[in-house]
């Protein structure tokens, strides 16, 4: 890339803290680069999509919505309502493993505002459920949505791939057409370096296994990964994920250390690959392979471990 005098351009880091991880953003910009301008610029999205969709402020537009009377429509911001449609199509076509209104069950398990509780006493058993499938207890209606039983939304296994794009696309609208976003380990990346090269990056290997590496180029693509190791802890001797399913009401526990998803937008990876992470090796590859998605799982096997591409991950690396 250039910049209006024809001198090649610069990459310019920028990060901070966000929606309780960190962000950073490569940038490819001329040599008189407002880093200041952009950092508040890059800020302002990312607040903007806490206020919708955090269940850590209460008066976010989820909070609140959460809290509404069963059965009354509210109006939904645009991109609230984005978020919310897309998260209900994963749910669909994922056969509700991944649920966007999943809220009660985090908060149940301890991975809510809330915090950990004292689950001990009922980490093998199932949440008291009063609605089967929560997400389709979610009506949506022009720009309004509403519950229709007692369910909570719940976005934390989409919103950080939203984010992303949403920096992605505020960058581009900015001039800044050759950038790689990163929010909590969730990724996009536009254009070339500056060399030419797209933005290559590394698979994220769960800790402690041995796996051969491998990289792919982000070229207007996102890419997200759900691990068993990103948010847990440890009672009564039982591992507790974050990774919840809707349907049983508990942790998963079926053996997978991550499922990583390639896909033009980092909210449909993000989503995509929290549902595969639920559903498990075999019914999760099979789902992969008709969605045709990119995906590369690794399940423990004992003390060693292996990875499983989907086709239209392995034809990514020919």
């Known amino acids: 890339m250039r910049d209006t005098q024809g001198r090649l351009g610069r990459i310019f880091d920028l990060g901070g803290d966000t929606m309780g991880t960190s962000w950073s953003v490569r940038i490819v910009g001329p040599e008189r680069f407002d880093a200041a301008a952009v950092r ?7 607040d903007h999509v806490i206020a919708q969709m955090s269940n850590w402020e209460s008066e976010s537009d989820i909070s609140r919505f959460n809290r509404a009377p069963i ?3 509210q109006p939904l911001p645009p991109e609230f309502w984005t978020v919310l449609r897309a998260g209900l199509n994963v749910a669909e076509a994922s056969g509700g493993a991944f649920d966007p209104a999943i809220g009660q069950f985090v908060d149940h398990w301890g991975f809510g505002p809330g915090g950990q509780k004292a689950v001990s006493e009922v980490v093998s058993t199932m949440f008291p459920r009063a609605v089967s499938a929560p997400w389709r207890a979610i009506e949506l209606r022009g720009d309004r949505g509403r519950r229709m039983a007692d369910v909570a939304l719940d976005f934390s296994g989409i919103a950080k791939g939203f984010a992303v794009d949403r920096v992605s696309l505020w960058l581009e ?3 800044f057409p050759a950038h790689l976003v990163e929010i909590g380990g969730e990724l996009r990346g536009q254009g070339v370096k500056p060399d030419g090269q797209p933005w290559w990056v590394d698979w994220e290997v769960p800790p402690g296994l041995s796996l051969l590496p491998v990289r792919f180029a982000l070229y207007g693509l ?5 691990g068993d190791y990103r948010r847990w802890f440890q009672r009564d001797g039982v591992r507790i994920s974050h990774s919840i399913d809707s349907r049983s009401g508990a942790p998963v526990v079926n053996g997978l250390a991550s499922v990583t998803v390639l896909h033009e937008q980092a909210m449909m990876a993000d989503a995509w690959a929290t549902a595969l992470m639920v559903l498990g090796l075999e019914q999760g590859l099979t789902l ?7 995906v590369l799982m690794v ?8 990875d499983y591409m989907s086709p239209a991950f392995a034809a990514m690396l020919d």
């Open 222 to 226: 996102g890419v997200a990964t759900s």
């Open 40 to 46: 508040s610029g890059v800020e302002r999205q990312l």
């Open 173 to 175: 609208e900015q001039g």
């Open 288 to 294: 992969a392979t008709q969605q045709d998605l990119a």
């Open 299 to 306: 399940r423990r096997e004992g003390v060693h471990a292996r």
């Open 71 to 73: 059965g009354e429509w």
